[in-house]
């Protein structure tokens, strides 16, 4: 194993926890992790289900155009188009849609933020979610250490659970509990009646008080017209 898969190695049994690796699986790790001294960037951060970046050239239409026209020509004249045919030609890449998403794994109980391709979110679709995508797909083909760590991880995880001891109510406690919801339930729904009746009954007192000021300033305004008419008539 090269000094790359030895640090590898050493991350991913530091991250998921040397007591929670049984020999079989750190094998298995060991045989994935690949043997090479290359450090990767980008490409070794995320669920990429193969898709990685490709190069190539980007073929002009006079190209094409001249390849079908001397398709039926002779060797010699195939060869001696071949150099102009090499300038109508440019060297690019095709990088994959990469997109960084937030999915729910119900084995955490919590979202995981990583950074996946569309093709890679068509097969966790498929397979039912992230945990069931990280456990079915091989370690062979977890070509990224973030996808061996969060497979791994799973593995874990699913292993933990399996040696807890599940209990179960029995059928009079389980009726018992039943009966405490739908008390709790009642008396929500009485709490809540409650407080719309005395809602209302502060808003109809004030709807009193506010028509009876309305009443006393109408009588006000008449009381000064009156008194004004008293006034020009002595005048």
Known sequence: MAFRGKEMMKKLVKKVGAE????ELKEK????VPDTKVVMGRAKRGLYAGRHIQYGNRVSEDELVMVLLNIQASEELNYRFLG???GFRSRRC????VQEKRLFSYIFDSHIKVKVTTHALRCIDKAGGID???LKTPYQKMDTEMGLYWKTKVEARYAEL????VAFFNPEDEAKLEQGFKDLNIAKKDA???ARRTFRKKGGGNKGDEEASIEGGGGSESHQEDDNG????KA
């Open 20 to 23: 929670n690796i049984t020999p």
């Open 230 to 233: 008293w006034l020009e008539a």
């Open 84 to 86: 102009m045919l090499h």
């Open 162 to 165: 399996g040696q807890m001891e």
């Open 192 to 194: 809540r009646r409650e």
């Open 29 to 32: 790790l060991k045989a994935c």
């Open 94 to 97: 095709w990088k994959p849609n």
């Open 132 to 134: 069931e995508y990280l």
